[in-house]
């Protein structure tokens, strides 16, 4: 077998989960062992992607796939490089902070590569355009996750705000929902950061409005993430016509729909009507249009009127208008309607939104698959499913640069790496990965930056990590998050001591 | 045990709390499997919200071989709410004194068949025998990447699953009537040559290229 010297672009989970099932599959015992490096970029100084920057502070458990990451970590044949934003073309969220490194580099310095960089835009609603009343989901979660590209930028003005609309009905809207209304004293002991607190603590929230186009049956969100809603402490949901959940004669539930039209049916834990704060599932509505506040109906607290058109369900599940509408008074929308792939990514294809890709193989405008070039996660799936998802994705795309890397003999003989070959027929293949390359190797770009001390690696991010997790204990919580700018000078300080 | 009679003796919201602390740290294997049949031990303190705390005595394989800098931090993230608690490793009963385990593969394969002991579950039996199944929040509740399809005759005899664990298995690939997650099930003495298939898991469920958006 040839070496594979793999580049991944990003550090999320799938990125990860690639890695760690390629080092052990080639273990100690194997003879190709020391054939394999995996060098692998994240334009963020902080590895696992949406591990660190998506999962819900409140949903700690879902974070414990680190420790498998930590695990593959500690395998010298992988290196991880923080702050290197591998870019074909201007980046559409310039990082200051990151180094950038064009993708021809890596091309001439990598016999494998895999676009593992996930989806990273908000898809936005045509009716409501971002301003500062009308901001993506995607946005909170950023900042009450300390993403690097929210660094000084004003914390949404909650004290200010009584009633929010979400406009859909995903698991990211539930999370944005819980996060404005549970008591931040339950919160505090999570891994919020203690700014993000502060506005929660003087937040003015009364009601979260959660409007899909469609019905109970056919809402994304799933039945953990809504019976934590049911379940919330000092709110309750406000009841839904009982028409709507009615399930219609003849329809065949999943067990997902079903329990969740039963949880629906009973209702929150408190009463409406009893309780501080408010939610509610607004369904079959699409919004048309924010109006800003005018003189005569001007309201301090719900100063917008969101415009929504009544929906009723075609015979093919789609929303369709009844011709009804209805006004909203808001404080502020939030959009939460999905994800897409940056379209400044190799391969892109804007019909897909993310990576056009067969078998986890990338595939280029012409149809011909791309020697050596594999895409993994959301960057190759789109922004749909969650972790064990990922997970299952990432071990077949694995499996499938092994076959592809492994003699014909091997392959055979091998049942996972068999059905990940297929029929071992790939086409007319485009190359654009060098065949011959210096193993040990790093890109003169990265290397000059790592002197400057702006590139982490797997261990600058461990010394973080510690120390972020010491300054929560102090503090009686789970983490206290570091910015770059703090996680910078605590290294410099560790490095010199 | 007496340490264990100690703790209900205090208010019940003290004694979740206590309980999962206690067996977050010093849980030993011996006194574990004591308390396996009143104990469960759950994620988080706050979650503890049934008497019975939820117990897993999932360990982290991967831990014990990284560096002692690791661990550490592993082991400070369980004084707090978050992580799932990290035990030490199952013991292997002494051949044929212990309950069998029939592990398959998707196609209906046997893997291997084990033994364990009474209190163990399936999740971290299969991280013993170095049976290819996945514990991405270790036991927590919090994904399905430990489903397993339990023979009939055998899931009539275990607990009904609660909500937190129905709510993942919505979730699971190749969902069956007898699916459960691995570390939901704790071996007893009936469960003597149950059998755990794991589901399959191609990458099929997404179909690659075209595939509409909803938004």
């Given amino acids: 077998m040839a070496p594979i010297k793999l580049a991944i672009i990003g550090a999320g989970p799938s990125s990860f989960y690639v890695a760690s099932r390629l080092l052990a599959s080639l273990p100690p015992s194997s003879p190709y062992h020391s054939a394999l490096r995996i060098h692998m970029y994240d334009r963020l100084w902080a590895p696992h992607g949406l591990v660190r920057y998506g999962v819900a502070p409140d949903h700690p458990e879902v974070k414990n796939c680190v420790h498998k990451f930590d695990a593959a970590a500690t395998d010298p044949r992988l290196r991880f490089f923080g702050n290197v934003n591998v870019v074909a073309s201007p980046p559409v969220v310039p990082l200051p902070q990151s180094t950038e490194l064009p993708l021809s580099t890596l091309f001439s310095n990598y016999t494998h590569l895999l676009l593992s960089s996930g989806c990273s835009l908000p898809l936005l609603h045509p009716a409501l355009p971002p301003s500062d009343h009308c901001v993506p989901a995607l946005s909170l979660v950023h900042w009450y996750t300390r993403h690097p590209s929210v660094a000084h930028k004003p914390p949404p003005p909650l004290e200010k705000l009584e009633h929010i609309s979400i406009i859909g009905q995903g698991n990211v809207s539930l999370d944005v929902a819980r996060m404005l209304l549970t008591p931040p004293s339950t919160l505090e002991k999570y891994d919020i950061p203690e700014p993000v607190l502060d506005v929660l603590r003087r937040s003015a929230v009364k009601h979260v409005s959660i409007i899909g186009r469609r019905g109970p049956l056919e809402a994304a969100f799933t039945t953990k993430e809504l019976r934590e809603m049911m379940n919330l402490e000092d709110a309750s949901m406000e009841p839904i016509d009982p028409s709507l959940l009615v399930v219609p004669e003849g329809a065949k539930l999943t067990r997902q729909q079903s329990r969740t039209m039963q949880l629906l049916q009973k209702g929150s834990r408190n009463k409406p009507g009893t309780t501080p704060k408010s939610w509610s599932l607004d369904f079959f509505r699409s919004p048309t249009g924010l109006a800003p506040p005018n003189s005569a109906s001007s309201s301090l607290t719900r100063p917008y009127t969101l415009s929504l058109a009544h929906n009723t369900l075609s015979a093919d599940k789609k929303a369709i208008p009844t011709g009804e509408t209805s006004t909203l008074r808001t404080s502020m929308v939030v959009t939460s309607l999905g994800h897409q792939a940056e379209p400044s990514i190799p391969w892109y294809d804007p019909d897909l939104r993310h990576v056009r890709t067969v078998g986890g193989r990338v595939v280029d405008e012409t149809g011909r698959t791309v020697k050596g070039v594999y895409a993994s996660g959301w960057a190759a799936m789109g922004a749909r499913g969650v972790l064990a998802s990922t997970m299952i994705d990432a071990y077949a795309v694995a499996d499938t640069i092994l076959a592809d890397s492994f003699p014909d003999q091997i392959r055979r003989e091998n049942d996972a790496l068999a059905s990940a070959a297929g029929d071992g027929s790939l086409g007319e293949l485009s190359e654009v990965l060098a065949n011959k390359v210096d193993l040990e190797g790093i890109p003169e770009e990265v290397n000059k930056a790592m002197a400057s001390g702006d590139v982490t690696d797997y261990r600058d991010w461990k010394m973080i990590d510690e120390e972020e997790i010491r300054r929560g204990e102090k503090l009686g919580k789970e983490r206290e998050r570091m910015d770059w700018e703090e996680a910078r000078a605590f290294l410099e300080h560790a490095r010199m001591s | ?215």
């Fill in chain 2, 1 to 215: 045990m007496l340490h264990l009679k100690s703790i209900q003796t205090l208010p019940e919201t003290c004694r979740r709390a206590t309980t999962s602390l206690s067996l977050s740290h010093v849980a030993s294997r011996s006194f574990s499997r004591q308390t396996i049949a009143s104990t469960r031990t759950h994620r988080s303190l706050d979650r503890c919200r049934t008497e019975w705390t939820r117990h897993h005595t999932r360990h982290n394989l991967l831990t014990s071989s990284l560096s002692p800098l690791y661990r550490q931090s592993t082991c400070r993230r369980s004084l707090h709410s978050t992580a799932a608690p990290q035990h030490g490793p199952i013991t292997r009963p002494a051949p044929g004194t212990g309950i069998k385990v029939h592990f398959k593969d998707s196609k209906g394969n046997l893997i291997k068949t084990v033994e364990a002991n009474e209190g163990d579950d399936i999740l971290s039996i299969a991280h013993e025998y170095d049976i290819d199944l996945e514990g991405a929040c270790e036991g927590s509740v919090a994904c399905s990447t430990c489903h397993v399809i339990v023979d009939p005759e055998h899931y009539d005899l275990l607990p009904e699953p609660e909500d937190d664990e129905n709510d993942m298995l919505d979730m699971a690939f190749g969902l069956t009537d007898t699916s459960r997650l691995g570390c939901q099930v704790k071996l007893a003495r009936g469960l003597d040559g149950i059998t755990a298939t794991l589901p399959s898991a191609t990458r099929n469920m997404f179909v690659d290229g075209k595939k509409p958006t909803h938004h």
